[in-house]
């Protein structure tokens, strides 16, 4: 097997991500948001707060807090007294969630939560940080950002260990068909900005590592038809393919062997529905 070759992914390029990504979109492509707000309430109801006055939870790459507003409303309706710190490197991001917040408790709500904010790396913050002078978290949460973690596993592990007795870490991840094709192109590439994995390859070095760690899966499917992606003049399948291999200019940059066994394996992948060849499926893992 050859030697990966480091490439820039399409999350260095965020006007091509965000173009590729409005391409699936309007091809059928959905976050299944009810879903997604059960399965986020369903795991931050797990949290026990040992009978410490105050709960702490740790806000991972969270961008403009989209899915916290979902956490918060949970925690804030059900403690007295929450800790919530944002780590979030983008700054106009981290602005976002701080526009939220202010939004919020101007409406009344949130009153109960103090916020620290953290404009660094996941890998900045834990280099500082001291269990023992900081306190430990109730829940952490890492949704679909693993990926880009200098050491992923490691980072993954460290968190678990700053967990309270009873605490939760909730994480976001591909898997399935999506997973497949990770697995393919990190056989080719690598990113140190964008890691090609996911849920069975963060899973199996948790139970390798972690013996003890209760480990619940929740399943979300997302299918969409990808046809366009087979037809090389298709400049919206090309930017499908985009996002799916997250390699820029997928058929321009990718030799031709490899590009066609990364298009055999999400062929190879397709349900199929009629005259559709139908892509995609999530999990969820906590």
């Not at 059960?38 to 961008?63: H, Q």
């Not at 094709?181 to 690598?190: A, L």
């Amino acid at each position: 097997m050859a030697v990966p070759v480091e490439i820039k992914s399409l999350v260095h390029y965020p006007c091509a991500y965000f173009k590729s990504l409005n391409a699936i979109i309007r091809n059928g492509y959905k976050n299944d948001d009810d879903k997604r707000t059960r399965d986020i309430i369903e795991t931050f109801e797990l949290i026990d707060s040992n009978d410490n006055p105050e709960v702490r939870i740790l806000a991972i790459g969270p961008g403009p807090g989209m899915s916290d507003k979902v956490i918060l409303d949970v925690v804030s309706a059900r403690f007295k007294a929450i800790v919530y710190v944002v780590i979030e490197p983008i700054k106009t991001e981290l602005q976002k969630f701080k526009d939220l917040v202010t939004l919020k408790t101007e409406q009344d709500q949130w009153k109960n939560v103090h916020f620290e904010y953290h404009c660094t790396t996941i890998e900045e913050y834990l280099d500082v940080y001291d269990s023992d002078v900081h306190g430990g978290f109730h829940a952490i949460h890492a949704l679909h950002c693993v990926y880009h973690f200098r050491y992923p596993h490691g980072i993954l592990i460290q968190l678990y260990e700053i967990l309270l007795k009873h605490g939760v870490l909730f994480v976001m991840l591909t898997t399935g068909q999506w997973e497949k094709i990770y697995d393919k192109v990190g056989e080719y590439y690598f990113d140190p900005k964008m890691h090609f994995f996911g849920l069975s390859t963060v899973r199996k070095k948790f139970e390798e590592r972690i013996k003890d760690a209760k480990i619940i899966t929740k399943y979300r499917a997302n299918m969409f038809p990808i046809n366009k992606c087979f037809e090389e003049d298709s400049a919206e399948g090309n930017d499908i393919l985009d996002f799916l291999t997250q390699i820029p200019d997928f058929r321009k940059t990718t030799p031709e062997e490899i590009a066609r066994e990364i298009l055999s394996i999400i062929k190879d992948n397709c349900q199929r529905s009629g005259s559709d060849l139908m892509f995609g499926d999530r999990k969820s893992v906590v």
